[in-house]
């Protein structure tokens, strides 16, 4: 119970530190809802994908998210699921949900959406997610989810003191072999 109560705080302390505002927190959070609601599925059915698009789509136009931002704020949704950064627990959700990332992230700039999405959710939880961002990025690369060309570009248009360029720095090394 003790350790639910603290990764429930977890959750909203990432929340709260994104500093997101209005419209984008509640359409951060209607996607987070969506994505909530399949997580007792374990693989998720076509039809309930499908849904849950309808779901994303309907609130992007609702609250007037920029496709740009949309891929951010769908993978910053992502990483919000309970116990997410325990990367066991995040590597099996990548797996459940690919085929909704997928449909989001088939772009070269919605892959640096979500990579930019991704470096928001370390800047304002470096603890949690320092030990695993190169496992995520790697496993989103495995499962076709990223291209080798959107990571590269990423990491090359991050500021040179940047905290993840380091962490991610092996993995750049061998994309780059």
Request: aromatic share 8%.
């Amino acid at each position: 119970e003790r350790d639910t109560e603290r990764e429930k705080e977890q959750g909203e302390k990432i929340e709260k530190e994104e500093g997101e505002k209005g419209a984008e927190k509640e359409f951060t959070q209607d996607v987070l809802d969506s994505l909530n609601a399949a997580l007792s599925l374990g693989e998720i059915p076509q039809e309930k994908i499908l849904m849950m698009v309808l779901e994303i789509n309907s609130s992007k136009r609702e609250y007037n998210i920029s496709m740009d931002r949309m891929s951010s704020l769908i993978f910053i949704a992502f990483l919000r699921l309970h116990n997410n950064h325990k990367f066991s627990t995040l590597k099996q959700r990548i797996d459940n949900y690919t085929q909704l990332l997928c449909k989001y992230y088939s772009t070269r700039s919605a892959q640096n959406g979500l990579l930019k999405g991704l470096n928001e959710v370390y800047a304002s939880n470096r603890g949690l997610f320092s030990p695993i961002v190169a496992k995520i990025i790697h496993h989103l690369f495995e499962v076709d989810i990223l291209e080798e060309e959107s990571i590269l570009e990423w990491h090359g248009n991050l500021d040179p003191k940047d905290p993840i360029k380091d962490l991610v720095g092996v993995l750049i090394d061998w994309l780059n072999e």
